[in-house]
């Protein structure tokens, strides 16, 4: 295969040298100057290829993409062609482990490749001549630990998923564990039992409070009784006199206009015309006494005076009243939602034609649920929530809310009759205007008999009508005091309500009470939302029980669960196998869990080996993991140091008893005699070939349609005397086998060749004159390798 | 001479590894067989070995 190599400067300018091809020989000579990318050509093969050639040098690493700009490689050939390029720029210079997309990009024959294809058809393998023995083993405990990296980004995916899908079943099947059920529905019971504990300790709190509000009623109808009770009473006394006084008055007013009228017969016509005015304003009072009368009588009914303003005021606070009783029920219905469908659900099914007992209503985890059972367990819930003293509330809210509807009712008519009373006023007033207006046009003395007669009267009703008023408020005043009761009776209630002997403080006792039953309202108010969250929760836990189970048995998803857990019978688990499923999903979590760590504890246990061995190094301290990859590199490293060419070349051929990494040592037997060398003792040529010899001989063979190069870059060490026979034929061997395709052997200049030519003739003067031009050219020269 | 880009030789070491009887073994071994063997095998598996295991008695608290 023939390579090509061509790197552009970078936007700085900047561009190392590397060598433009390596030719199609199977076994290729290239021979130049330092310093013309010789190496640096190979190592982006290797890149290119997914290798790791700076794994051991990132400060090497971290200089080249400000050393150059995009590097393309073209390998050409039989059947294949690649096209590569590298971006430079683009490269993480902190991680020379980099992704290989990161890289650039590949094509195989113009198809744009993944590494896999590419590595499917080209591999190639470099082996660094220059490394001594501790060296190239470091390098190759890095290649590992690269190796282990790339597997566990590899099986990421797989080891997320497993531990995702185990998490899940876990969260599943506690989920199906019906102890949480149980759980929630005992905090139910509980907060339940202690609602109806302190619904039971208000329930005598109010009636003593009830008790000490007559009391006090009763006392300050006492106080009021004793204090203005005989000032109202001789009133009244006064009013009734003065009454009496006004209506004999009135009588004698009435005789003698009546006597008067006959008089005035002469004016007939003005006299029909007062009579008739006399019987309007007649008409007129009887309607405004009846007005009146409807006024005080509803004033009675509604405990009010007869004031308009006092009504309208009374009004307003009607008003105000039902707007916060009717806030506190509406907050009350909404918390009360759940018992009010309760019972209206009931209320449905009752109403549902050709229902019976048994009629299987729906099915619950796989059961029948038949209406009488349902119907049972809806009465339970409702007894339940009647229990928990809201509806109580609700109710005492309906019945004040009735109470005050009536009140405003009463006081609204009430308030319409005042103002019938006071037009009826003033249409008597107009009446009697009517009357003294057309007196004023009779001369007669009769009729000024008349007109006197007439004011007499006005007077005589005006002081009547007035005196009834104020009778009947003063009556209605001492009914206020205290309801019509007497002494006697008064101090008989507060002794019957609270006793005679605690009957002192009683405004005391009130506060105290009411403050109670305020704290034990604010704790029911709480206990009810607690319960309800409760509700909610387990009603939550078994909806989400049931979904569990069902997911579990009926997803196909979750076959594994089933194939190793007897998942199909977990209705019927004991709480012993909850348990020992949720232990075995979680111990098997973390198996999968530990994956992570545990493939990362081998790269870390290699990595820390190669930069050990390389002498770069301490080991860091032990840990099982890093003591088992050690134990193993160790035997595999006795293992490959028992070849015959290493043993041959290192041990004299002996045997290699074990190779410490820990302490750096190699321990064998020589002519019965153990024998012990550091690692960093084999660092000659002869003995850093051998090793090298011994990589080559491992190298995998190609597989069907791959082609596997191999360059030994700077070996100038090995082409020394028998030792280049000795390369030439193992790499004739490897490649006239199959067993590589293709070899590049990478040295420095050996000679002046521009000095030999001059010297030498024929064919072999023509070989160096050609090599000679080609140094001078580009630097170096690239030929079949020399059978030797 | 290990090829850095093929599976094979860190599966062999990661089992060699699991085989020396680690703490964590389990992880190891089930490690190498993610890329070989569905997961829902695996994980079948897995539950059923965790299942014969001996329930290790608890520290006092």
Redesign the interface.
């Known amino acids: 295969m023939r390579f090509t190599f061509k790197a552009a400067p970078n936007d700085a300018g900047a561009q190392l040298p590397i060598i433009e091809e390596i030719p199609d020989h199977p076994l290729v000579w290239l021979e130049g100057r330092n310093a013309i990318g010789k190496s640096l050509a190979v190592r982006f093969l290797e890149l290119a290829t997914g290798g790791r050639p700076y794994l051991n040098n990132q400060a090497a690493w971290e200089t080249l993409p400000g050393s150059l700009g995009r590097v393309k490689i073209v390998a050409q050939g039989a059947s294949s062609k690649f096209e590569f390029e590298l971006f430079p720029e683009r490269w993480d210079r902190q991680a020379a482990a980099q992704s290989w997309e990161r890289l650039g990009t590949a094509r195989v024959n113009g198809a744009t490749s993944s590494l896999d294809e590419v590595r499917a058809r080209l591999r190639v393998h470099r082996i660094a001549g220059e490394e001594g023995l501790s060296r190239a083993l470091g390098r190759e405990f890095q290649t590992q630990a690269e190796g282990v990296r790339q597997f566990a980004a590899a099986i990421a995916g797989d080891q997320g998923t497993a531990s995702d899908l185990l998490d899940e079943a876990i969260t599943l099947i506690d989920r199906a564990d019906p102890r949480h059920l149980a759980a929630a529905e005992k905090i139910v019971e509980s907060l339940r039992e202690s609602s109806i504990r302190l619904s039971e300790e208000r329930s005598p709190i109010e009636e003593r409070i009830a008790a000490v509000r007559a009391a006090v009623n009763a006392k300050a109808s006492l106080e009021s009784l004793r204090g203005r009770g005989p000032d109202l009473l001789r009133q009244i006394s006064e009013f009734e006199e003065q009454l009496k006084e006004a209506s004999v008055r009135r009588e004698r007013a009435v005789t003698s206009l009546t006597q008067l009228a006959n008089k005035a017969d002469k004016e007939a016509e003005l006299t029909k015309k007062l009579e008739q005015i006399e019987s309007l304003i007649s008409r007129r009072e009887k309607a405004a006494v009846k007005a009146r009368d409807e006024v005080m009588d509803l004033a009675h009914r509604a405990g009010m005076t007869s004031s308009p303003d006092g009504v309208r005021s009374r009004l307003d606070e009607i008003a105000g009243e039902i707007k916060d009783a009717a806030a506190r029920r509406s907050e009350l219905a909404r918390s009360d939602a759940v018992r009010v469908i309760v019972t209206r659900l009931g209320d449905v099914l009752d109403d549902v034609p050709g229902l019976t007992d048994a009629t299987t209503l729906f099915d619950l985890n796989g059961g029948p649920v038949d209406r009488a059972s349902f119907s049972a367990a809806l009465d339970l819930r409702r007894r339940e929530l009647d229990e928990t003293g809201v509806a109580q509330e609700v109710d005492a809210l309906d019945r004040r809310l009735l109470g005050l509807g009536e009140e405003r009712e009463l006081l609204t008519t009430l308030d319409s009759a005042i103002d019938v009373l006071v037009h009826k006023r003033e249409m008597v007033v107009e009446a009697l205007d009517q009357f003294e207006e057309l007196g004023k046009s009779l001369e007669s003395g009769a009729v000024k008999k008349l007109k006197e007669a007439r004011t007499q009267l006005n007077e005589a009703h005006a002081d009547s009508e007035r005196l009834t008023v104020e009778l009947i408020e003063a009556r209605h005043a001492y009914a206020l005091l205290a309801g019509g009761a007497t002494e006697l009776e008064l101090e008989g209630r507060i002794a019957a309500a609270v006793g005679a002997s605690s009957s002192a403080d009683l405004d005391g006792e009130s506060d105290t009470l009411e403050k109670r039953r305020e704290q034990l309202s604010r704790e029911l108010d709480s206990l009810s939302r607690e319960a309800h969250a409760a509700e909610q929760s387990s009603a939550s836990i078994r909806l989400e029980a049931a979904v569990a189970v069902q997911t579990m048995v009926g997803q196909a998803e979750w076959g594994w669960l089933r194939a190793s857990l007897p998942i199909d019978d977990i209705e019927k688990w004991l709480p012993s196998q909850f348990t020992t499923a949720q232990r075995v999903l979680s111990s098997s979590q973390q198996v999968v869990d530990g994956v992570v760590g545990q493939v990362g504890a081998v790269e870390t246990a290699l990595r820390d080996l190669g930069v050990h061995v390389s002498g770069e190094g301490e080991l860091q301290p032990a840990t099982p993991v890093s003591d088992a990859v050690i134990d193993i590199c160790e035997r595999r490293l006795t293992q490959q140091f028992g070849s015959p060419e290493i043993s041959s070349a290192l041990f004299d051929g002996e045997r290699v008893d074990r190779v410490n990494l820990r302490q750096l040592v190699i321990f064998w037997e020589h002519e019965g005699q153990p024998m012990l060398r550091p690692l960093s003792a084999f660092s000659s040529g002869e003995q850093a070939f051998a090793y090298a010899r011994a990589l080559i001989e491992q190298i995998p063979p190609p597989g069907e349609g791959q082609h596997v190069l191999l360059v030994l870059d700077e070996f100038s060490a090995f082409i020394a005397g028998d030792r280049r026979v000795l390369l030439s034929r193992l790499l004739r061997e490897r490649v006239k086998s199959g067993k590589v395709s293709q070899v590049v052997l990478i040295v420095p200049l050996t000679q002046d060749y521009e000095t030999t030519a001059l010297a030498a003739t024929g064919k072999a003067g023509e070989t160096l004159r050609r090599r000679a031009d080609a140094v001078a050219s580009v630097g170096y020269f690239a030929e079949p390798m020399l059978e030797t | ?7 094979d ?3 062999g ?2 089992r ?2 699991a085989a ?1 009887g ?3 073994e ?3 071994r ?2 190498t067989e ?2 070989t063997r569905p ?10 070995d ?2 014969e ?1 001996p ?1 290790e008695p608890r520290a006092p608290e």
């Open positions: 001479m290990i090829d850095p880009a093929s599976k030789p860190a599966v070491l990661l060699e590894v020396a680690v703490p964590g389990d992880s190891l089930l490690a993610l890329t997961l829902p095998e695996l994980l079948a598996e897995l539950i059923a965790q299942l295991r329930v």
